[in-house]
């Protein structure tokens, strides 16, 4: 519960005003309720007691229309004003939470950032902060609203109609209503776990299916898959059938509790206007309140179904936004050496946590303006592993590693990704255009430059294409869709020598190139950047050709 409040309290932060604009309408429109019921239930009984008394000529009937007309039309303004500031207040603090959440992804470790790439993780992290969409709107601003509606309700029938009501219908909501909404928030856990287990395993199962639909075609095996995937659906409908279910026994359980609350708020009333100790108009409005305050309770009840996938939901989302910081640097890393390599690597090593043998080790090397360092070895030994500790992805088990005399840990990270860039061996796309995608390697306020974009394409022998495409606005699909894998590649390798790195490391830079496109790319990347060294890692021998020596990791 600790986790909810805490991010319940940061949703809040940002958009506060109009959060605490829209709990003070919530109020009033469950306020209003209450009294528009209330009045009218007096004003029906008090206009009945005029007539049998023969003193209906004399009774007022206009103000007390006109305060049933003005509460109608008021508690419907106040109800789009509390959804018009709430949503919007929600939708807001929504999309900041994103944004921290993106921001403690990136402060995560390289190796835990590859594992979020995965489709499973991604549609978990957006169900997380959709399950999230919930707690304002579903279960603090309800919570808080209908709380303070009982504390008024007390307060007013305390006064109208005295203690005696007033106490009974507070404590039977209390402890009847409350009753039930713990009921279901424990019953509805385990369902509600299931329904998101289902939903996840639709989404997962649905990509995987359209991705390999042609593969499963031709093995024969799309039919089975579409069934797997027919499965979860059933599994999903059949927890939500359950939380319907419960939800219709909890609603007994309230519609009981109601009725309680409003037979009690009429024997005490109807006790007392026996007595003569208020009107018979008067006890009614007991009855009638006790009646409209179901409807602040009511509220709460799908949030507390959902509760428990809140909760889930808040602790993967608060573990991933409470990130720490990357170190900054203590030690200043001091000005360049001019006469220091570009790049200068010393007895490096590199083993993962909890394991005894490193990945690689003893790697030492230096790299000279216009350079190739090619890195070779079996497969498994550690070669892409070892440019992501060269790009400061991750830091090295043991051993020293400089750009231009520094430290590279000193380095804090700006200046470090303007003096080195890595292109992966799966690089990303973006559903945009060919200059959008381009300008994700310049800082955030610079300006894409056209001579320079169609320089580095046509250094990767990209150029006709993009022309053919319409131009730099050509637009891709998602992740790239329109290129094939070798054209997304080599768009990548442009978008990085666009930064005109001092270093740049390359992971299998002409994978899915024909010999002689792959020459043209290499060939071309070192035209474009004469001075730049090049730290190459690839199964391809003829790329070996191109590197000015190498270097076999054991």
Do not use: C
């Not at 009982?150 to 307060?155: P, T, V």
């Not at 991705?211 to 898959?225: C, S």
């Not at 037979?263 to 003569?276: F, N, Y």
């Amino acid at each position: 519960m600790k986790t909810l409040l805490t991010l319940a309290w940061r949703l809040i932060a940002d958009q506060k005003w109009s959060f605490l604009r829209g709990l003070a309408l919530s109020f009033l429109v469950l306020a209003m309720g209450a009294a528009l019921l209330g009045l009218s239930g007096w004003f029906v009984t008090a206009a009945a007691v005029a007539g049998i008394s023969g003193l209906g000529l004399d009774f007022d009937f206009f103000r007390p229309s006109a305060g049933v007309r003005g509460l109608a039309l008021g508690r419907a303004a106040a109800r789009y004003g509390e959804r018009l500031l709430t949503h919007d207040a929600t939708l807001r603090a929504l999309a900041d939470l994103r944004l921290a959440l993106m921001d403690g992804v990136a402060r995560r470790p390289h190796e835990a950032q590859a594992r979020l790439r995965g489709a499973e993780a991604l549609n978990r992290l957006t169900s997380d902060v959709d399950a999230l969409d919930g707690l304002l709107l579903r279960l603090v601003l309800p919570f808080l609203a209908g709380g303070m509606a009982q504390l008024a309700a007390l307060g007013m029938l305390w006064w109208l109609e005295g203690e005696a009501i007033g106490i009974a219908v507070f404590l039977i909501y209390f402890f009847g209503a409350g009753f039930g909404l713990i009921w279901v928030a424990r019953a509805a856990r385990r369902d509600a776990r299931a329904a998101e287990t289902a939903l996840q395993g639709i989404r997962r199962r649905a990509l995987e299916t359209m991705r390999a639909r042609a593969d499963l075609a031709i093995a024969g095996q799309l039919e089975e898959a579409t069934a797997r995937t027919l499965a979860e659906v059933e599994a999903d409908a059949l927890a939500r059938r359950n939380l319907e279910a419960l939800d219709r026994r909890v609603a007994a359980v309230i519609a009981a509790t109601t009725a309680l609350a409003g037979a009690t708020a009429l024997a005490i009333g109807g006790q007392m206007a026996a007595a003569g100790q208020i009107t018979p108009a008067r006890a009614a409005i007991g009855l009638f309140v006790a009646l409209a305050l179901a409807e602040s309770v009511l509220l709460l009840r799908r949030g507390m179904a959902e509760i428990g996938r809140m909760q889930e939901a808040g602790a993967r989302v608060r573990d991933l936004t409470d990130t720490p910081p990357r170190p900054v640097p203590e030690i200043p890393a001091g000005p360049a050496d001019p006469q220091a390599p570009l790049l200068e690597a010393r007895a490096l090593s590199f083993a993962r946590p909890g394991s005894t043998r490193p990945v690689f080790e003893d790697l030492s090397f230096t790299l000279r303006p216009g350079e190739t360092l090619f890195l070779t070895g079996p497969s498994g030994a550690g070669k892409s592993t070892a440019l992501a500790v060269l790009a400061g992805l991750m830091p090295p088990g043991s051993g020293t590693l400089s750009i231009e005399g520094r430290p590279l840990a000193q380095l804090p990270e700006p200046e470090l990704r303007r003096h080195l860039t890595m292109v992966p061996q799966r690089s990303q796309l973006i559903g945009g255009s060919i200059a959008e995608n381009l300008a994700l390697a310049l800082p955030a306020d610079g300006a894409l430059d056209e001579d320079a974009a169609w320089a580095a394409l046509r250094a990767v022998a990209l150029d006709e294409v993009i022309a053919g495409r319409g131009g730099l606005g050509a637009m891709l699909g998602e992740g790239g869709g329109g290129l094939s894998g070798g054209q997304a590649k080599r768009l990548a390798l442009a978008r990085a020598a666009l930064r005109q790195p001092k270093v740049l490391l390359l992971d299998e830079p002409t994978e899915g190139l024909d010999p002689a496109t792959a020459r043209t790319t290499l060939t071309g990347l070192r035209a474009l950047l004469p001075e730049t060294g090049f730290v190459i890692v690839s199964h391809r021998s003829p790329d070996q050709a191109f590197a000015t020596r190498s270097i076999a990791l054991r």
